[in-house]
Structures are given as structure tokens and as C-alpha cells.
């Protein structure tokens, strides 16, 4: 059984930061896709940032700039940093580890920014 556990989130003033790290347990192998993605209230779960197993890494435009995604590979964890928080940036972030063969997300951890 695969799980995944978000940690970090909280609550922020404008322009600060914050470091949310993903935990996996379970057999995921080693070739795959890890992700954040966020979802707003009322608003659809959007894709943040990915890397592949490879390094490669891809970043909403809205993050560009202010996040950082990073993955160990030795210990399956993937991280997001996220630094000049905006206000906009508040939603419940996940955890997605996924391949052709499986996909898999964490409970979700909550980001808060005030202005």
C-alpha cells in the first residue's frame, strides 16, 4: 500500500516562505513523475510544479520565479519551496507520485497567506 504524506504548510504573511515536503512509503519504484498541485476554494486543482525521476521540471507560470521543486530519489520525497508568498497562493496543496501505471496523491496540507 502506497501512501503519501504532505507536511509544512501553515500560515504566512505576504512575501514570506514556506517548505512543504512530501513523504512516500510503499513500493513506487524509482522511474515516475512527482508533483504539487493546489486547489483553491472553488476553484479546479491545478498543477504547481513537477520533476521527473531524470531532473527534468516544469512550473506553473504563476510560480515561476518563487517556487522550487526538488526530489530525492534515494528516499522517494519530493519538496516545494516556496518563497514571496502571495495571498493568491492559498489553497490546500498535494502530493501526486505518478506513472503510466499508477497515480497516487496525499491528503493535502493547507497553505494560508495573508496579506
Known amino acids: 500500500q502506497v501512501q503519501l504524506v504532505e507536511s509544512g504548510g501553515g500560515l504566512v504573511q505576504a512575501g514570506g516562505s514556506l517548505r512543504l515536503s512530501c513523504a512516500t512509503s510503499?513500493?513506487?519504484?524509482?522511474?515516475?513523475?512527482m508533483g504539487w498541485y493546489r486547489q483553491a476554494p472553488g476553484k479546479q486543482r491545478d498543477l504547481v510544479a513537477h520533476i521527473t525521476s531524470l531532473g527534468s521540471i516544469s512550473y506553473a507560470d504563476s510560480v515561476k520565479g518563487r517556487f522550487t521543486i526538488s526530489r530525492d530519489n534515494a528516499k522517494n520525497t519530493v519538496d516545494l519551496q516556496m518563497n514571496s508568498l502571495k495571498p493568491e497562493d492559498t489553497a490546500v496543496y498535494y502530493c501526486?507520485?505518478?506513472?503510466?501505471?499508477?497515480?497516487?496523491w496525499g491528503q493535502g496540507t493547507q497553505v494560508t497567506v495573508s496579506s
Open positions: 510503499g513500493s513506487i519504484g524509482s522511474i515516475n513523475f
Open positions: 501526486r507520485v505518478y506513472t503510466l501505471r499508477y497515480d497516487y
